[in-house]
């Protein structure tokens, strides 16, 4: 089992829960960004540095995504195709997707992108909150100690 992390648009509070937990736990992690990462300097933490471009991060996690890993991403498309490759997909807000739920996430996106096409400002996502951090970390907690008990 490796953790995967969307790194491009992943909130810098949540890559620090990440780097802690990969520690703690004693599990791999690779950040995938088209940019430079700073990262703590550990066995377990890695990066993978794409070329520019849009969705380029998402297609590397999903051609090096396993069954049984898990991906960190806020992206639907992203997170429908790692679900496919039985992976599993958290979100920074601390949403475990499944099969069901991404249906119906890939429908509302579809949705508000029609909305902004035909001139609609949908705005954007929340701030992430502290109950949202708190979300993330009980279930990132939660789904390794599933996945990881003896």
Do not use: H
């Amino acid at each position: 089992m490796q953790i995967w992390v969307d790194a491009d648009a992943c909130p810098n509070v949540i890559k620090e829960i990440l780097f802690r937990a990969a520690e703690r736990v004693k599990v791999p992690m690779v950040l995938v960004a088209n940019s430079t990462l700073a990262i703590p300097s550990s066995s377990f933490i890695r990066t993978i540095r794409v070329a520019a471009g849009q969705d380029v991060a998402d297609k590397e996690i999903v051609r090096r995504v396993e069954k049984g890993d898990l991906v960190i991403t806020a992206d639907i498309p992203l997170a429908a195709d790692v679900v496919a490759k039985g992976a599993f997909a958290l979100n920074p807000r601390g949403e475990l997707y499944t099969e069901e739920t991404i249906r119906e996430r890939l429908s509302m996106r579809n949705f508000m992108d029609e909305l902004r096409i035909n001139g609609i400002d949908t705005g954007g996502p929340a701030t992430l909150s502290q109950r949202d951090r708190q979300a993330f970390a009980n279930q990132l907690d939660g789904f390794l100690t599933r996945i990881l008990k003896p």
